[in-house]
């Protein structure tokens, strides 16, 4: 028998199985609906929500168990003192003095650090420029210049003012120059090859790409001027003319008031809050989310 008809025998007799695909009745579900309790958790602002409760909880019933309300009132007590005050127009007050001295401090510490990191980018000796201040100047605490401060500047804001400025240009010079320099060659090359250079190349290639680390940068410098001004309003409060949250803070600790201390630092952190979820939040929905740098 010949190779040929060998093969011929075996394609005539093998078994041929055919499946009816239309009798089939299990389909796998292409997408599973959502439970409620799935639904909700998908929402950030209720799994938050749910955080800051749990917190409070733990707060009420520490105060309670503990008993000693000049120590550690209980949260409803804070609350109880945060509306009154509240409703008064006190820390509404306190609380517009401190915001107008924060955003001027704040808004000048980036113009300041935009300047440098643009300096720094440009030449060699602009990143040895930056790289030498940042080492000497970003470990010195801002609050520990408020007496020289004083000196230079007198009795006014501009000694406060002068001490945001040093604890926000640091923080966010770092993290910005950090970010251009992560950027990768093609896109600077891609850059170029538009016709791209200087204030150009940084506007439309370095910003974008760096963006994530410039955003880090106005987190950690916006925390930072939160922290420099409540220390700086409870030691220099009145000389400084401000009576913002800090010098309330100050005040009713002399007052043995402590559930208005507490007051004042849960506006502190309602602030936060507010900045972190409500502006940076939308700041990163719309840029570092939707360009797909974030997951």
């Given at each position: 028998?010949?190779?040929?008809?060998?093969?011929?025998?075996?394609?005539?007799?093998?078994?041929?199985?055919?499946?009816?695909?239309?009798?089939?009745?299990?389909?796998?579900?292409?997408?599973?609906?959502?439970?409620?309790?799935?639904?909700?958790?998908?929402?950030?602002?209720?799994?938050k929500g749910l955080?800051?409760?749990?917190?409070?909880?733990?707060?009420?019933?520490?105060?309670?168990?503990?008993?000693?309300?000049?120590?550690?009132?209980?949260?409803?007590?804070?609350?109880?003192?945060?509306?009154?005050?509240?409703?008064?127009g006190i820390i509404?007050?306190?609380?517009?003095?401190?915001?107008?001295?924060?955003?001027?401090?704040?808004?000048?510490?980036?113009?300041?650090?935009?300047?440098?990191?643009?300096?720094?980018?440009?030449?060699?000796?602009?990143?040895?420029?930056?790289?030498?201040?940042?080492?000497?100047?970003?470990?010195?605490?801002?609050?520990?210049?408020?007496?020289?401060?004083?000196?230079?500047?007198?009795?006014?804001?501009?000694?406060?003012?002068?001490?945001?400025?040093?604890s926000v240009l640091?923080?966010?010079?770092?993290?910005?120059?950090?970010?251009?320099?992560?950027?990768?060659?093609?896109?600077?090359?891609?850059?170029?090859?538009?016709?791209?250079?200087?204030?150009?190349?940084?506007?439309?290639?370095?910003?974008?790409?760096?963006?994530?680390?410039?955003?880090?940068?106005?987190?950690?410098?916006?925390?930072?001027?939160?922290?420099?001004?409540?220390?700086?309003?409870?030691?220099?409060?009145?000389?400084?003319?401000?009576?913002?949250?800090?010098?309330?803070?100050?005040?009713?600790?002399?007052?043995?008031?402590?559930?208005?201390?507490?007051?004042?630092?849960?506006?502190?952190?309602?602030?936060?809050?507010?900045?972190?979820?409500?502006?940076?939040?939308?700041?990163?929905?719309?840029?570092?989310?939707?360009?797909?740098?974030?997951?």
């Amino acid at each position: 028998m010949t190779m040929e008809s060998t093969m011929h025998s075996i394609l005539v007799e093998r078994p041929e199985i055919v499946r009816d695909v239309s009798r089939s009745t299990v389909i796998a579900d292409v997408e599973k609906p959502l439970s409620a309790w799935e639904r909700l958790y998908r929402v950030p602002l209720l799994r938050k929500g749910l955080i800051l409760l749990a917190l409070a909880v733990i707060w009420e019933v520490y105060g309670r168990w503990l008993d000693n309300p000049l120590l550690f009132p209980p949260f409803t007590a804070m609350l109880q003192a945060f509306v009154a005050d509240l409703g008064n127009g006190i820390i509404p007050a306190r609380t517009l003095v401190s915001l107008q001295t924060l955003v001027i401090g704040y808004a000048m510490g980036i113009l300041l650090a935009a300047l440098l990191t643009t300096v720094a980018i440009g030449s060699q000796i602009g990143t040895d420029l930056l790289e030498t201040m940042t080492s000497m100047l970003n470990p010195l605490p801002a609050i520990a210049l408020l007496p020289l401060a004083l000196i230079w500047f007198g009795l006014g804001s501009g000694s406060v003012i002068f001490v945001l400025v040093h604890s926000v240009l640091w923080a966010i010079a770092l993290n910005t120059h950090a970010g251009f320099r992560s950027v990768s060659n093609t896109l600077r090359m891609v850059g170029r090859n538009y016709g791209l250079s200087g204030l150009g190349l940084v506007r439309h290639i370095l910003i974008p790409a760096a963006f994530p680390s410039i955003l880090t940068g106005l987190k950690v410098g916006w925390a930072f001027a939160w922290r420099t001004l409540i220390a700086a309003e409870l030691v220099f409060g009145v000389s400084s003319g401000s009576g913002g949250l800090g010098w309330y803070i100050f005040e009713n600790r002399n007052q043995l008031e402590t559930a208005n201390v507490f007051a004042g630092l849960f506006t502190v952190i309602l602030i936060g809050l507010v900045v972190e979820n409500g502006v940076f939040a939308t700041i990163e929905r719309r840029t570092i989310r939707r360009w797909g740098m974030q997951h």
